[in-house]
């Protein structure tokens, strides 16, 4: 899909601008650094939509031992996601087409990687992790709200990248009906290169058990 193609070779063209903003992106690391205080040194991570490794360095970096599997579509972002953490295992797939057997992982993270997929991809993708997801596994979930979906430019990329704009509503439905509990909601303004605010919402959420 045309959608896809073109968001992935800007974040392939782009991904050192991406990281450069992002890497040390203090609003995110705090939320990030929040959830690792949910999880235990040993445990199994999978990181969706992964990006340079910004998330799963931040997880290497905390003190506590983790195994983390990161996957992304854009070649040179697995590439720098290599770089970024040693130890981690990284490669390019599309993660609306990912396969695991049931109860691999401790903890998936989602981190705005939902905001590249539509609606019926996001309610396949949260089913397919909630399936992942071990009992108590955590589940870390961040997305925009507000703005129509659409092609947009970026702070980090002049190439444009399709947004998808999801409501909070309606991913608490998707999670309720998989099995994902809430622990813990945020919402949080972010400044737009033209000065608006667009809204972030970070949630953690836990599989129940059966
Ligand atoms: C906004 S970045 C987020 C990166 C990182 N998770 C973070 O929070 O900073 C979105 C990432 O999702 C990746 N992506 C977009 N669509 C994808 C797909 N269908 N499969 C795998 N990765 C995808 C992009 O290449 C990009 O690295």
């Known amino acids: 899909m045309i959608r896809t193609s073109k968001t992935i070779s800007a974040y392939d063209k782009n991904c050192r601008a991406f990281s450069k903003k992002f890497m040390e992106f203090k609003q995110y690391k705090e939320r990030i650094s929040q959830f690792i205080h949910l999880l235990d040194s040993g445990m199994k991570v999978l990181d969706l939509g992964c990006g340079p490794g910004n998330n799963a360095r931040q997880l290497i970096l905390s003190g506590k031992e983790f195994s983390i599997e990161g996957i992304d579509l854009s070649e040179e972002m697995v590439r720098l996601a290599q770089q970024n953490v040693p130890g981690g295992i990284f490669r390019c797939a599309d993660i609306r087409k990912i396969n695991y057997p049931a109860d691999s992982f401790d903890a998936v993270l989602l981190s705005f990687c939902i905001i590249h997929l539509n609606d019926m991809e996001t309610a396949q993708l949260l089913k397919k992790v909630a399936k992942y997801l071990k009992n108590g596994g955590k589940l870390y979930l961040s997305f925009m709200e507000g703005k129509a979906d659409g092609f947009e430019k970026t702070s980090f990329s002049d190439d444009e990248i399709y947004f998808y704009y999801h409501s909070l509503n309606r991913v608490e439905g998707l999670l309720k009906d998989n099995r994902l509990s809430m622990i ?27």
Do not use: L, R
Request: glycine residues 4%; without cysteine; charged residues 30%.
């Open 184 to 210: 813990n909601v945020v919402k949080q303004g972010y400044e737009e290169q033209d000065d608006s605010i667009t809204t972030d919402v970070f949630i953690f959420a836990q599989k129940e058990q059966p």
